[in-house]
């Protein structure tokens, strides 16, 4: 009687832990900052303020709103990210890990920008709104400045933009 040995693995189980291996080694490497494509699957829309279409990235869970642009590159001339909260209040920015200088206007319910200051890149400092607000805008450094915008003036959202959250 002649008897053949089975392999102890099958080829496809070999295959699987060959990509298992490989995986897991690769894994620190993606973990690093950076490493992920900052496009992903972002939730984008586009508001209006003073005639100017901005394309904004919308933060609207705690992790989003608590990553924010941190560890990006470099934002679009005309884009930006707009954090939303369920009700007004006096929110609170910083810019750890956040590489860009940024602009930040602070809008309340009705959509009126209340406050825009400054951000420099690494910063732990807080910038505070200097009045309850419902939304925060992010954009480049000066970008109001350079378009004429300023306190006072409406933020136009989409019409379902301020029904979702």
């Not at 209340?114 to 939304?135: C, G, H, N």
């Given at each position: 009687?002649?008897?053949?040995?089975?392999?102890?693995?099958?080829?496809?189980?070999l295959?699987?832990?060959?990509?298992?291996?490989?995986?897991?080694?690769?894994?620190?490497?993606?973990?690093e900052?950076?490493?992920?494509p900052?496009?992903?699957?972002?939730?984008?829309?586009?508001?209006?303020v003073?005639?100017?279409?901005?394309?904004?990235?919308?933060?609207?869970?705690?992790?989003?709103?608590?990553?924010?642009?941190?560890?990006?590159?470099?934002?679009?001339?005309?884009?930006?990210?707009?954090?939303?909260?369920?009700?007004?209040?006096?929110?609170?920015?910083?810019?750890?890990?956040?590489?860009?200088?940024l602009?930040?206007a602070?809008?309340?319910?009705?959509?009126?920008?209340?406050?825009?200051?400054?951000?420099?890149?690494?910063?732990?400092r807080?910038?505070?709104?200097?009045?309850?607000?419902?939304y925060?805008?992010?954009m480049?450094?000066?970008?109001?400045?350079?378009?004429?915008?300023?306190?006072?003036?409406?933020?136009?959202?989409?019409?379902?933009?301020?029904?979702?959250?």
């Amino acid at each position: 009687m002649i008897t053949t040995r089975k392999p102890f693995l099958k080829k496809r189980q070999l295959k699987n832990i060959f990509w298992l291996i490989i995986s897991f080694s690769l894994f620190p490497l993606l973990l690093e900052e950076g490493a992920f494509p900052q496009e992903g699957n972002k939730n984008l829309t586009i508001i209006m303020v003073k005639g100017k279409k901005i394309r904004v990235e919308v933060a609207r869970t705690e992790s989003e709103k608590a990553k924010g642009l941190m560890f990006r590159e470099s934002l679009g001339e005309d884009e930006g990210m707009i954090f939303v909260y369920a009700r007004e209040e006096i929110l609170s920015f910083w810019m750890k890990n956040t590489r860009i200088p940024l602009s930040i206007a602070f809008i309340d319910q009705r959509g009126r920008i209340v406050d825009i200051q400054d951000m420099e890149p690494f910063s732990l400092r807080t910038t505070v709104s200097a009045k309850p607000t419902q939304y925060a805008l992010e954009m480049n450094k000066g970008w109001f400045q350079r378009n004429g915008i300023g306190v006072g003036d409406l933020v136009k959202f989409p019409p379902a933009f301020k029904n979702s959250h």
